[in-house]
């Protein structure tokens, strides 16, 4: 059974980082697409970063230069550096895994984790 397990959200003050993770388990497809959306309160879920299974990054004209997704090597981790943060970046983060070609649209994707909250306050 596929699995997304987030970690690493929590309280940042402004300006601060966080490192969140998402854990793959039992991927359904050979290749795969991974993305980090988030949703801030009141609005509607957004993506923020995906990563294509050959390693491209594409990133929310918002966060890039001070978010930056990656993964390790067999692709069963993805994390998402959140730098310089602030108090607009305050949202549950969920990642999700999609087929090859998922982009910038939640309906892509498959699989999604239980989302953890980051915060971005002093």
């Known amino acids: 059974q596929v699995q997304l397990v987030e970690s690493g959200g929590g309280l940042v003050q402004p300006g601060g980082s966080l490192r969140l993770s998402c854990a793959v388990s039992?991927?359904?497809?050979?290749?795969?697409?991974m993305a980090w959306f988030r949703q801030p309160p009141g609005k509607k879920r957004e993506a923020v970063a995906f990563?294509?299974?050959?390693?491209?990054?594409y990133y929310r004209d918002s966060v890039r230069d001070r978010f930056t997704i990656s993964k390790d090597n067999v692709g069963s981790t993805v994390y998402l550096q959140l730098d310089n943060v602030n108090v607009e970046d305050t949202a549950v983060y969920y990642c999700?895994?999609?087929?090859?070609?998922?982009?910038?649209?939640?309906?892509?994707?498959?699989?999604w984790g239980q989302g953890t909250q980051v915060t971005v306050s002093s």
């Open positions: 039992e991927p359904p497809f050979s290749d795969f697409t």
């Open positions: 990563i294509s299974w050959g390693g491209t990054t």
């Open positions: 999700a895994l999609g087929s090859p070609g998922s982009s910038w649209w939640a309906d892509e994707y498959n699989y």
